[in-house]
């Protein structure tokens, strides 16, 4: 691996002296490039280009080249001036040239024959497209930051008005081209902002963002085309910058408010609770020593209350229900199940809430020191500080009442940016992060959690977790930036360490599953009847620390093959070192260490055609091969969860059926590992040819300027994935009966069904994993990297630029994504996830299960605009949606069955007894939709000038004003399966009866509210 790596940057550093290289990008920065005309047209070689920031003072120069154009990478954000100077031609100077973060201002100069004592000035900036640009990007402006309309003040929300990109699942996860979010990457300041272990943003998508929007500058939303600066995502990238000091002072303050009062009733919920939420903060900026020293600082907080809402929303007090002609003691046994239930609703029945808060502190400070002309150092430091009661579960209203309890994050991070112009053609940048989260969860109820259909009560599973994670990063970066004649070339090195320490005892308490009240309440009357469908339970480890390690390499050339015509060719090398083996298990040679995988090139290429050289039509291409991190959460059971049977070495996870030696009688949990249940102990491993994700991206679109500041892009995107994450069950018997299913109209369908034996012919009970190839274990849960992705989709973008006192955009996706797993619900979730990969309905035919993704969303629009008239501000974002795919399932509880020989079989779970999902083979696989989805979010506010320099603005606001109702959860189980028993003949067919729950909504819930419910908010800003 070193040798590579060895090689690899001897052949960057000498990139230089090749004819073509590979692509140039701005990661935490941005460019400035332009060409110089005479007044006849022909360019002008050997001008002095000297470009000042309006904002600090800081100058960076360079000259034009024998084509006439010069190019100044590596540019902070902000307003910049360009003067240009030669003899015999007036000076030129263009002010107000605004560079973003991630992309190249484009200038084109025209000078006039006359003395250097002569001055051209141009005041607006005349380029807006970007002519060397090939990457599938958009950006996303302080202004529209400050002032659209942002739910809870998340600034990466604003991705969401980029087409493409659309929500994972309700919790704030986003979904670029049809992909799981755990697969984006996170940027600010050109460093990681990730977490590792769950695959999200750091801190996660429960709190308020982990770093305030009132401290973000500009951010840049990268759906695709990425040039080989960028890595580690096979979704997309968020790429942001924080706000710097400048030499004029500058404070602002704000408030926002809401209350009960400002709120309306969730559709699925029978009342309003009480609710209060405060966010207040500002921030206090300016020179400590003018043109050479800044600072800015910023605070803000968030005080909220918000009880959750309990109703049943699945239904649980009525599946089940026997029929009038059914035997007294099903009747007996179901009002027993209705009466126990009802009871752990708060107050005794649904309808009621629970209390819960979130808290919040957050604070952020930043210094800028101009140490030289040659060298720049920028380094900042911020903390946050969450807490919440009963705040684990965020939707208003829930369908449960476990699952939730106290919730806790902690961050803090320290980054530094050392960029130095060696040359006005050789720029260096080095950066540097430390980086701590740690965040922690404990229940509000005693264990065991039960499971009864979608009803929940007692201790979550996944609790409890007094670090999960803590984890502690350290990142450092260097990239060197050459321009030689028409080549920009960059490339650079990274190193990148995430250690985590896991102590989170999940599932310690046990969890019982039922499929309804009836089966329940039969185990409540009559504890020996056993009529769960399984028990679960860990013992042993409650975690571990371990680290894993990112080395990235890359170069890239941005070529201007001609005037008009630009390359961005590119290398990226990804390198995740996994960590060693802990407690590796001598019967199971797959666990003594993790597979290294080393060939993750990734070669990109892309152009940006600029029609007719006018700046007004540029055409632009890109394709890649990209790579996504293996999430860290994978990784833990892995470590842990061996198979071995001493707690010392091993966490233990047991899965047992009602008629399994050990076996529980309910409520009892098992105080240690059974002997008899030692055959039954699961293994989670990862395959030994396990590779990281990756997609092929492929993007063709044009964008035109119709009319001045006004644009207007069409482009195509497919992505194609391999190596996706997918969970196996490597212990699992082949498949060697058929079993059928009867209807309710009275037809049956057969499936091949994988069993094991529970009683042989001659009486003699056994475990039901001794029909296992080992059956000395119970199921070994492979991830295998054999996941597929398919997404096939268009993008139309209409862009107005700030001018007048109005801006507005316009995105349009029409797409199609596709995989070979998941399970939809109309919430749009990816299938893969941090702790595993998708299951499959069926493992012994993979390629059979090509189907619609749960992620998939064929339309999506959304408009926003800003307009300022007279002392007020309207703004708005507009957004309609299509349903999400919903699959029509089965709700199966243990089905035994005999064969004629005698000998009694139970199957591993699922239609097919595959343990995997129960799906209904005579429906096409998430072939329902949900309904569309409409949201007018809308700000109305008055500015008022209280003096010279400070500004008040009142604003109020309206989230999904019109009230709509955007249901994004639906039930998804069309039929209930009768129980059978042990001595049912295999030939019986399986009967099934419709759920009174199916295409029930019952979920309303999205971030940062738990609810689609219209909210009023009422705010005040100050300004100085």
């Known amino acids: 691996m070193i040798k590579k790596l060895v090689t690899l940057f001897g052949l960057l550093a000498a990139a230089h002296l090749l004819p073509v290289a590979f692509a140039q990008s701005q990661l935490g920065t941005g460019a400035l490039a332009g060409t110089v005309l005479d007044p006849a047209n022909q360019v002008v070689p050997g001008v002095k280009v000297v470009v000042t920031s309006q904002s600090t003072g800081q100058v960076r120069e360079t000259v034009s080249g024998p084509n006439g154009t010069f190019q100044v990478p590596v540019l902070p954000p902000g307003a910049y001036t360009v003067r240009l100077t030669k003899d015999g031609f007036s000076r030129y100077e263009q002010s107000n040239v605004n560079v973003l973060v991630g992309t190249t201002a484009q200038v084109q100069a025209r000078l006039a024959v006359g003395t250097v004592t002569e001055t051209v000035t141009v005041t607006e900036q005349s380029v807006v497209l970007d002519t060397t640009n090939s990457s599938d990007v958009s950006s996303v402006g302080r202004r529209e930051i400050q002032d659209l309309p942002i739910n809870g003040r998340r600034f990466d929300q604003f991705a969401l008005l980029s087409p493409g990109v659309t929500r994972d699942g309700r919790f704030g996860l986003l979904s670029y081209r049809g992909q799981s979010g755990v697969f984006n990457n996170f940027m600010i300041e050109g460093n990681d902002d990730n977490q590792a272990y769950f695959s999200e943003a750091r801190g996660r998508t429960r709190i308020a963002g982990n770093i305030s929007a009132n401290a973000i500058g500009e951010f840049q939303v990268g759906r695709g085309a990425f040039l080989a600066e960028f890595g580690r995502a096979a979704g997309g990238t968020i790429n942001a910058t924080v706000r710097s000091g400048a030499n004029r002072f500058h404070t602002d303050a704000f408030w926002y408010f809401r209350n009960k009062a400002l709120t309306a009733r969730d559709p699925l919920a029978s009342f309003r609770p009480d609710e209060r939420r405060d966010q207040f903060g500002g921030s206090i900026s300016g020179p400590l020593r003018k043109d050479k020293l800044f600072y800015f600082v910023n605070y803000d907080q968030q005080l909220r209350d918000f009880p959750l809402v309990t109703e049943d929303l699945g239904r649980v007090l009525l599946v089940g229900a026997p029929a009038a002609n059914a035997p007294a003691a099903d009747q007996a046994a179901f009002t027993a199940g209705v009466n126990f239930l009802r009871a752990k609703f708060p107050g005794g029945a649904p309808g009621n809430a629970l209390p819960r808060n979130a808290n919040q502190y957050l604070g952020l400070t930043k210094v800028d020191y101009l140490l030289s002309p040659k060298h720049t150092l920028s380094v900042f430091y911020n903390q946050l500080w969450a807490s919440g009661e009963g705040a684990i579960q965020t939707p208003l209203v829930l369908g449960n009442v476990g699952r939730n309890g106290t919730d806790d994050v902690r961050i803090w991070s320290a980054n530094a940016r050392l960029t130095s112009t060696l040359t006005p053609t050789t720029i260096n940048e080095f950066r540097f992060q430390w980086g701590r989260n740690h965040e922690f969860q404990f229940g509000d109820q005693p264990p065991p959690q039960v499971f009864v259909g979608n009803f929940s009560f007692g201790r979550a599973n996944f609790l409890e977790r007094p670090a999960l994670p803590d984890e502690r990063r350290l990142q450092f970066i260097n990239n060197v930036t050459l321009i030689r004649g028409r080549h920009i070339f960059k490339f650079g090195g990274e190193f990148n360490r995430a250690s985590d320490r896991i102590d989170n005892p999940a599932n310690f308490g046990a969890t019982y599953n039922y499929t309804n009240a009836l089966l329940f309440g039969r185990d409540l009357l009559n504890p020996a009847g056993r009529q769960y ?26 070529w201007r093959l001609t005037s008009n015509l630009t390359l961005n060719l590119g290398l990226r090398y990804d390198y995740q070192h996994l960590p060693q083996s802990q407690f590796p298990n001598p019967a199971v040679s797959e666990t003594n260490a993790f597979p290294a995988d080393r060939n993750n090139f990734g070669p990109r290429a892309g152009f940006a ?98 009319i001045k500041n006004l644009t207007l892009t069409v482009s195509y995107a497919r992505t194609g994935g391999s190596r996706f994450p997918l969970v196996t069950d490597e212990n699992l018997p082949a498949p060697r009966f058929e079993r059928t299913f009867r209807l309710p109209n009275g037809t049956s369908f057969t499936v091949p069904y994988v069993a094991g034996q529970t009683r042989t012919a001659a009486g003699a009970v056994t475990n039901i994993n001794i029909s296992r190839p080992n059956p000395n274990l119970g199921s070994i849960q492979v991830n295998r990297s054999i996941g597929q992705t398919w997404y096939n989709a268009m993008f139309i973008e209409l862009k107005k630029r700030y001018g007048k006192g109005f801006q507005f955009n316009t995105s349009y996706t029409l797409a199609k994504a596709e995989n070979v797993a998941g399970t939809g619900n109309g919430g749009g979730a990816g299938s893969e996830g941090p702790f595993s990969g998708s299951r499959l309905y069926n493992q012994f035919d993979v390629e059979s299960n090509r189907q619609i993704s749960p992620t998939d969303q064929r339309h999506r629009l959304v408009h926003s605009g800003i307009w300022q008239f007279k002392g007020f501000l309207l703004s708005g974002i507009y957004t309609i949606e299509s349903g999400r795919p919903i699959s029509s399932t089965l709700s199966l509880p243990n089905l035994p069955f005999q064969t004629p020989d005698g000998a009694q079989w139970n199957g591993f779970g699922g239609t097919l007894g595959q343990g995997g999902t129960s799906y209904l083979p005579t429906e096409p696989i998430n072939g329902l939709y949900g309904e569309w989805n409409y949201r007018f979010d809308l700000r109305l506010s008055r500015r008022f000038r209280l003096n010279e320099r400070l500004t008040a603005e009142v604003i109020g606001e309206a989230f999904n004003l019109w009230n709509t109702t955007n249901i994004n959860g639906y039930s998804n189980i069309i039929y209930q399966a009768a129980a059978t028993t042990v001595t049912t003949p295999l030939s019986s067919p399986v009967l099934l009866t419709p759920d009174v729950s199916f295409l029930t909504p019952n979920n309303n819930s999205g971030p940062p509210d738990g609810t689609n419910a219209r909210r009023f908010q009422l705010a005040l800003r100050l300004q100085f």
Request: glycine share 12%; aromatic share 8%.
């Open 533 to 558: 469908t399984t028990f679960t339970q860990s013992f042993g480890l409650p975690g571990t620390t371990f680290a894993t390690i990112d080395y990235a390499g890359f170069v890239q050339d941005q």
């Open 609 to 706: 055609w600029n029609l007719g050289g006018r700046n007004k039509t540029v055409i632009r291409g890109g394709a890649g091969l990209y790579f996504a991190r293996t999430p860290n959460g994978i990784l833990l059971d892995a470590l842990t969860r061996t198979g071995l049977t001493d707690p010392r070495a091993a966490t233990i996870g047991l899965t047992l059926r009602p008629g399994d030696p050990g076996a529980p009688n309910y409520p009892a949990t098992l105080p240690a590992l059974p002997p008899a249940a030692a055959g039954a102990v699961s293994i989670t491993r990862i395959a030994s040819d396990f590779e990281r994700p990756r997609i092929f991206d492929i993007s063709l679109g044009i964008d035109r300027e119709i």
